[in-house]
């Protein structure tokens, strides 16, 4: 190959890198949900002003919990497969805030295990309803 290719080859193969592979910054895990009553939470206790006007929230399990390090953190939110076809809403995505701790909850989530329990408000936004769990993509 002549020295004048050589550059143009590697800009090119560069380029292709580039725009055909995109990096993640987002984690995958699962979202269970939780119904009523939410109050008293591990992280705010019986502090109503601790919910969005919207319902969007969570409680944060063992993977994202942090020793009391998440309460407060938001999250984007986004269903991306489940067990049954056609549960998800792929074209939705939350912004969530952790109020709560999943072990601990007054309610217990509809799925032991999960990353993040969301209220039943949140998941109804992302997926089916009647669905015990999903798999989500999130990022703080």
């Not at 109503?48 to 063992?62: E, I, K, R, W």
């Not at 942090?66 to 056609?86: E, F, H, K, M, W």
Request: hydrophobic fraction near 40%; proline fraction near 6%; include cysteine.
């Amino acid at each position: 190959m002549t020295k004048l290719l050589q550059p143009l080859v590697f800009f090119m193969i560069i380029f292709l890198q580039t725009t055909l592979f995109h990096l993640s910054y987002a984690d995958v895990g699962t979202a269970a949900h939780y119904s009523p009553p939410y109050i008293p939470t591990a992280c705010f206790g019986n502090d109503v002003s601790q919910f969005p006007t919207s319902n969007l929230f969570a409680a944060a399990g063992d993977g994202i919990w942090d020793n009391g390090a998440s309460c407060g953190r938001q999250y984007l939110v986004r269903c991306i497969s489940a067990a049954t076809p056609g549960t998800c809403n792929p074209s939705q995505t939350i912004q969530i805030k952790i109020v709560d701790r999943a072990d601990t909850s007054v309610s217990r989530p509809s799925r032991k295990g999960a990353t993040i329990v969301l209220s039943t408000t949140a998941f109804g936004a992302i997926a089916n309803p009647s669905a015990a769990s999903v798999n989500i993509e999130f990022q703080q």
